[in-house]
């Protein structure tokens, strides 16, 4: 017979050996990451701070390089970041109003639920009865 283990563990934060990570002094960039699901490009904008104006200038600038292409319809997967919000938008609109290569550009957007480890587990029970499972996302 054998007995399963299960472990949990801690540690409180700079505790672990090595040198400390000093994670509140750390130089962090914030990525802007935008994938043409067209072309299967990807484009990234570092910025040192991950707020709603760094956010509404990169997404700008996706929406004219699209709109110079001839793109009269942007759709936006947004992740559940903070900054994604209403505000976000409303500055957007905002810009782009501004600026005449952007007139009749139609932006919408779309959110991906938050992550939450539970629920992107497979659904064994559904997948073993033939039906397709909850969710696709794999686990490690």
């Known amino acids: 017979m054998s007995t399963t283990c299960t472990h949990y563990a801690w540690a409180e934060k700079n505790t672990a050996p090595g040198p400390p990570s ?3 002094r750390r130089e962090k960039l914030n990525g802007f ?3 043409d699901l067209n072309s299967g ?3 990234v904008d570092f910025q040192p701070q991950a707020k709603t ?5 990169v997404i700008a600038l996706i929406v004219l390089r699209y709109a110079s292409l001839g793109f009269r319809q942007i759709l936006c997967i947004l992740d559940n970041c903070s900054i ?3 505000s976000m938008k409303a500055a957007l609109a905002e810009l782009l109003a501004e600026i ?3 007139q009749g550009i139609a932006v919408d957007f779309l959110h991906t ?7 992107t587990r497979p659904n064994t029970s559904s997948a073993s009865s033939g039906r397709t ?4 996302c794999p686990m490690p």
């Open 33 to 35: 990451l935008a994938l």
């Open 22 to 24: 000093n994670e509140k």
């Open 41 to 43: 490009k990807t484009t």
């Open 53 to 57: 104006r760094n956010a509404v200038h």
């Open 113 to 119: 639920p938050a992550y939450s480890p539970s629920s």
């Open 100 to 102: 005449p290569l952007a």
């Open 84 to 86: 994604h919000n209403d």
């Open 133 to 136: 499972p909850s969710t696709t």
